[in-house]
T-cell receptor, first 114, second 111 residues
Framework: DVKVTQSSRYLVKRTGEKVFLECVQD?????MFWYRQDPGLGLRLIYF???????EKGDIPEGYSVSREKKERFSLILESASTNQTSMYLC?????????????FGPGTRLTVL | RKEVEQDPGPFNVPEGATVAFNCTYS??????FFWYRQDCRKEPKLLMS???SGNEDGRFTAQLNRASQYISLLIRDSKLSDSATYLC????????????FGTGTKLQVIP
């Protein structure tokens, strides 16, 4: 069964803290994505990666960085958390075939920055 | 104008009803289109792809209108279990699977 896991379901951090969100997929997918989902704004792409050590900025990369050292793992880093980064963070992965293939999502991490 | 727009709803419909949602997109070069379903407090999951000729999967029918730049989802004989938020997804031209999600349309099927 396809599986994308995220390190935490709920996380509370303080302003200025460095935050790591981990995502692991067991489907040997090349592509991995980080989104945030906010009411009224939908899912917005932060970063994506199409190969190990490769990364591309999405629509809202400011304040975030990513790391992909291994194919199965894609980490999202908030260098200095701010209250406007309070959100639901969703990781996804997909195989590389064709123009687009189904994205499989993890359960999400609800991050609150105080 | 937003890249992908949906009516947020909610659409409240009785069981057995037929309901349709539309989604408009702004980039005429968009190539691929999809509907995802997201249950409350859950992650999105692919419901169906939308093909140029239209496609059907059981009670669900998806249509694409390139001239008017919108896609639609029709649900027949609504079930309580269809209650969810339906996300329209558009793949912009230009590789690496970068897609844009709509904000979703909420459907509530009432007994």
């Amino acid at each position: 069964d396809v599986k994308v896991t995220q390190s935490s379901r709920y996380l509370v951090k303080r302003t200025g803290e460095k935050v790591f969100l981990e995502c692991v997929q067991d489907m040997d997918h090349e592509n991995m994505f980080w989104y945030r989902q906010d009411p009224g704004l939908g899912l917005r792409l932060i970063y994506f990666s199409y190969d190990v050590k490769m990364k591309e900025k999405g629509d809202i990369p400011e304040g975030y960085s990513v790391s992909r050292e291994k194919k199965e793992r894609f980490s999202l880093i908030l260098e200095s958390a701010s209250t406007n980064q309070t959100s639901m963070y969703l990781c996804a992965s997909s195989p590389p075939r064709g123009n687009y293939y189904e994205q499989f999502f993890g359960p999400g991490t609800r991050l609150t920055v105080l | 104008r937003k890249e992908v727009e949906q009516d947020p709803g909610p659409f409240n419909v009785p069981e057995g009803a037929t309901v349709a949602f539309n989604c408009t997109y702004s980039n005429s070069a968009s190539q691929s289109f999809f509907w995802y379903r997201q249950d409350c407090r859950k992650e999105p999951k692919l419901l169906m792809s939308v093909y140029s000729s239209g496609n059907e999967d059981g009670r669900f029918t998806a249509q694409l209108n390139r001239a008017s730049q919108y896609i639609s989802l029709l649900i027949r004989d609504s079930k309580l279990s269809d209650s969810a938020t339906y996300l329209c997804v558009v793949n912009q031209s230009g590789g690496y699977q970068k897609v844009t999600f709509g904000t979703g349309t909420k459907l509530q099927v009432i007994p």
